[in-house]
C-alpha cells in the first residue's frame, strides 16, 4: 500500500494565564502525518462507530459527546477521532485526494468549562490571545459575523497565518451553552479554503447541545 506524508495544522482554543487572569486563545499545532492512501481517496474510519445521517445530512457520520454536552456531523469519509485531550474533544480530518496532496483540512471542537462566562466574552477573549499570541506568524483577521444557528447565537472569525511551508486559513465558530464555551475550528490552505467552506459551514450548522 503507497503511503503519502501530509501536513496537519490543528487551531484550538485553550486556557492561559495573562498577567494573573484567565483567558482563551488560540493557538496551532503543525504536524507531519503519514497516510495510506488505498486507491488516493480513502482511508479507514475505525477509531469511532459509524452513525450515519440522514436527510440533508446523508453521508455525514453524528457524533454525540454526553460528557462534553454536543452534538456534531462531519462527512463521513473525513477519518476521525476522540481526543484525550481535556481541551479538543473530537476531530477530523480531509481524505488524501491524491499523491500531490500534502495538506489535510480538518475540523475540531474544542471545549472550555467557562462557568459564569457568555459568549461575547468568550469569543472576545479567544480573538485577544490571537491577536496577541506569540505563536503564530503573519496574523490576519479577516472577517467575523454574528449569525444565529437553530436556536443557538454563535459568532465566528475568519483569520489567516503562516506556518512553514504554507499560508493557512481558519475559521472559528464560537458557542456558548451550559456554562461550557465551544470552539469549532476549521483550517485549510489559503488557495483551497473557498473550496471548502461552504462544508466547514454546513458542518458548523449541524452543531447542536445535548
Keep these: 500500500m503507497k503511503t503519502i506524508t501530509r501536513v ?34 480513502e482511508e479507514e474510519n475505525d477509531s469511532i462507530p459509524n452513525v450515519m445521517a440522514s436527510g440533508p445530512y446523508e453521508g455525514y457520520y453524528v ?12 462527512p463521513d469519509v473525513w477519518p476521525r477521532e476522540e481526543t484525550p485531550s481535556d481541551v479538543v474533544a473530537f476531530s477530523a480530518k480531509s481524505p488524501p485526494q491524491g499523491f500531490a ?27 485577544r490571545g490571537l491577536t496577541s499570541a506569540n505563536t503564530l506568524r503573519d ?20 483569520y489567516s497565518h503562516t506556518v512553514p511551508g504554507f499560508r493557512i486559513v481558519v475559521k472559528v465558530y464560537a458557542f456558548y451553552f451550559n456554562d461550557m464555551g465551544y470552539a469549532i ?22 452543531f447542536k447541545p445535548l
Excluded at 457524533?63 to 462531519?74: A, P, R, T
Design 139 to 158: 496574523v490576519v483577521v479577516e472577517d467575523e459575523q454574528r449569525v444565529t444557528i437553530g436556536n443557538q447565537e454563535t459568532i465566528w472569525l475568519k
Design 8 to 41: 496537519v495544522v490543528i487551531a484550538s482554543v485553550v486556557l492561559v494565564s495573562c498577567r494573573g487572569e484567565e483567558q482563551s486563545t488560540i493557538v496551532t499545532n503543525a504536524i507531519d502525518t503519514t497516510s495510506a492512501v488505498p486507491e488516493l481517496l
Design 185 to 206: 475550528t476549521f483550517t485549510s490552505q489559503e488557495e483551497s479554503f473557498s473550496d471548502y467552506e461552504a462544508l466547514f459551514d454546513k458542518i458548523a450548522e449541524s
Design 63 to 74: 457524533y454525540n459527546n454526553e460528557v462534553k454536552g454536543f452534538s456534531i456531523m462531519v
Design 101 to 127: 496532496d500534502t495538506f489535510t483540512e480538518n475540523v475540531n471542537v474544542i471545549c472550555n468549562d467557562r462557568a459564569g462566562d457568555h459568549l461575547d466574552l468568550f469569543f472576545a477573549n479567544a480573538k
